[in-house]
């Protein structure tokens, strides 16, 4: 379809008028900086049985992805009510490692293209303060395209989440410590969400305080007995 300026996903059926494609990136970023991430594209019924038609598995070409995928990754082939698709795995010891993580999807042509809804992502990590933010692509022509259109036709969504006490954006409710980015794939939309740990800390250390106490004065009672 004229709709799109790139090649979404590989699977040129994705061209087709009334089919869909969902896009999930979910990142957990632990203590200390280690974390996990899954990266998931999935392709509606319409896209499923064009791809049989024309010879493909049910998943078109995203099986290319699969096989391309550096070492270390995991991945499988899943559904999720109508959708069908893949997703990869993997999990990191800090930012550093993650940067090299994704750059090392980048640096494949067939792997990129699970990135292809981000045009940047950024991790810093300063102490006790975790920061996360970044910009989305611009994956369709928002001049020749409604947003009630490209809803029909896109759908991209970036799960994070942070420990200790989130700082930005400022929500009135927050669960498990995730906010959830939503990518309509017609703006370079920005996001950010940053975190800090240090009172999660204080409070551990004092916890730590008050249990040492506690033991030190149970013995001091216990040999006097």
């Known amino acids: 379809m004229k709709y799109f300026r790139k090649l979404l996903f590989l ?42 038609d024309t010879g493909l598995s049910p998943i078109g070409g995203l099986d290319i992805i699969l ?9 499988t082939i899943f559904n999720e009510g109508d959708f069908l698709g893949i997703k990869i795995r993997q999990s990191f010891d800090s930012f550093q490692m993650l940067n090299q993580q994704l750059d ?15 045009k940047e992502i950024n991790f810093e990590k300063d102490e006790d303060e975790y920061t996360v933010n970044g910009k989305f692509s611009e ?19 970036l799960s994070i989440k942070l420990p200790g ?3 930005e954006p400022k929500l009135n409710e927050i669960n498990d410590n995730t ?34 106490v506690i033991l030190f004065f149970g013995r001091q009672l216990f040999y006097r007995r």
């Open 67 to 75: 096989d391309s995928l550096p070492d270390g990754f995991g991945s």
């Open 179 to 212: 906010v959830i980015f939503l990518h309509d794939g017609l703006n370079e939309q920005t996001f950010l969400i940053s975190s800090n740990n240090a009172r999660n800390q204080w409070i551990l250390g004092l916890i730590i305080v008050m249990l040492s």
């Open 139 to 157: 994956l369709l022509n928002k001049n020749l395209l409604e947003p009630s259109d490209a809803e029909q036709l896109y759908s991209g969504s």
């Open 11 to 52: 699977v040129p059926f994705l061209f087709i008028t009334n089919c869909q494609a969902n896009w999930e990136f979910n990142l957990v970023v632990n203590d200390g900086g280690s974390g996990n991430f899954t990266i998931s594209i999935l392709i509606d019924q319409e896209a499923q049985q064009y791809a049989v």
């Open 104 to 118: 090392s999807l980048k640096e494949n042509e067939n792997t990129s293209l699970l990135l292809t809804p981000l």
């Open 165 to 167: 006490t989130i700082q």
